[in-house]
């Protein structure tokens, strides 16, 4: 954290900054809050202001914190700093690039798998990431109560046997506090064939206050849970972020990362390498990268997949086999996550020696 951070803030004690309610009342929401934080500008253009009519945006004093305020092109403001480039919607992008709308069996549950939902259980977020493929759902309130919701979802997998794991997504869950939370775990938990739970949230990279004992506990008693963050940059991977990450694996709980591919952010592999190296210190074993999706307000962020596959090649020879992850394509519909492995030529030369595996990998159907 930036020295003295907290006292920009009138009731900036230290305690306040730990209570992760505080943190949310006094995310940065608008430009010329930002002013107050950043080296830039507060006006913006006419672009950046449609952008933010749009997407609107939050962060967090705590992830605000980790920023270099004289930086614009600073890893962590790059991935939420709104920036006039989200108003250029290109030909192609889509709201909904996955077309996730048309696999919600019931609304806000989406299935694209025989054996695992994903529940929508918020649009909320602690900190709004500006390459999110779900950002569609910003301004979109909860169309009902979080107990309605729940109810349609929960009667879907209810009467779905084949459904052993469910996801609880959104947004980001652990917005809610740990009354809802618990009753939104227990509901799902209850019903016999659902064999595991899975929580991805981004709190211990931009809220890590939240992650208490109180909500550990919770966590703990919903086992088996499976839990997947997201950290991007190595920045990201402060004293306190480790520290809730540990919270949770002292819960018993596996601690695991999807990261995104951004441009600027993380495509080098430097700083990639900096990154899963990090998480693997904290035992958070990096999950999946995934490229990032032709996502409309988000096409700034994208790289190509040659970029990506020439990165992982890299990383492969660099880093430990625990700290490597599965680079990935979402694609629409029930194809799911689509591998994406680099084959370069020593790799293929080298197997071409072994004709038993060249024959056969290339024409598995
Ligand atoms: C990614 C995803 C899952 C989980 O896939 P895993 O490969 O098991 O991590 C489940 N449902 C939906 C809709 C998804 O997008
Ligand atoms: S935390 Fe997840 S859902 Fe929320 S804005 Fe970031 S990527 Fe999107």
């Known amino acids: 954290m930036r020295k003295n951070f907290v006292c920009r803030f009138p009731d900036g004690t230290s305690r306040n900054w730990r209570d992760w309610r505080w943190q949310l009342r006094h995310r940065a929401t608008s430009l010329s809050a930002l002013a107050r934080f950043l080296e830039r500008p507060s006006g913006g253009g006419e672009k950046l202001r449609s952008a933010l009519s749009r997407y609107p945006m939050a962060i967090t004093p705590y992830y605000l914190s980790l920023i270099q305020p004289d930086n614009d092109q600073?890893?962590?403001?790059?991935?939420?700093?709104?920036d006039a480039r989200e108003a250029a919607f290109s030909a192609g992008l889509a709201d909904d690039p996955l077309r996730e709308d048309r696999s919600m069996p019931v609304p806000n549950l989406i299935q694209r798998y025989p054996d695992r939902v994903l529940a929508i259980v918020t649009h909320r977020c602690a900190t709004y990431c500006r390459h999110c493929s779900r950002k569609r759902f910003w301004k979109?309130?909860?169309?009902?109560s979080l107990k309605s919701r729940l109810t349609a979802m929960v009667r879907h997998v209810s009467k779905t046997p084949q459904i052993r794991e469910v996801i609880l997504s959104g947004g980001d869950p652990?917005?809610?506090d740990d009354a809802s939370l618990e009753l939104i775990l227990s509901a799902f938990a209850s019903?016999?064939?659902?064999?595991?739970?899975?929580?991805?949230?981004r709190a211990p990279v931009v809220l890590p206050m939240r992650i208490t004992g109180n909500l550990c506990r919770i966590l703990k008693r919903h086992r088996p849970l499976w839990f997947n963050t997201q950290f991007n940059h190595p920045s990201e991977i402060t004293p306190d972020a480790a520290r809730a990450c540990n919270r949770i694996q002292e819960a018993g709980i596996p601690v695991s990362n999807q990261s995104v591919l951004?441009?600027?952010?993380?495509d080098s592999p430097e700083v990639m390498?900096?990154?899963?190296?990090?998480?693997?210190?904290i035992s958070v074993r990096p999950y999946y990268l995934f490229h990032c999706e032709p996502a409309r307000g988000c096409n700034h962020f994208r790289t190509d997949v040659r970029t990506g596959l020439k990165l992982m090649d890299k990383l492969r020879q660099s880093c430990s086999g625990l700290a490597l992850p599965q680079y990935v394509a979402d694609l629409p519909g029930r194809?799911?996550?689509?591998?994406?492995?680099?084959l370069s030529r020593p790799i293929r030369n080298a197997l071409r020696k072994h004709q038993d595996f060249f024959d056969n990998f290339e024409e598995l159907d």
Do not use: Y
Request: charged content about 20%; some cysteine; overall charge neutral.
């Open 174 to 176: 652990l917005m809610f």
């Open 262 to 266: 951004l441009k600027g952010v993380n």
């Open 74 to 82: 600073d890893p962590l403001a790059l991935q939420c700093v709104p």
């Open 335 to 342: 194809e799911g996550k689509a591998p994406l492995w680099p």
């Open 273 to 281: 390498k900096s990154l899963l190296n990090g998480l693997q210190k």
């Open 140 to 144: 979109t309130s909860e169309d009902s």
């Open 191 to 201: 019903i016999p064939h659902v064999e595991v739970l899975r929580i991805g949230s």
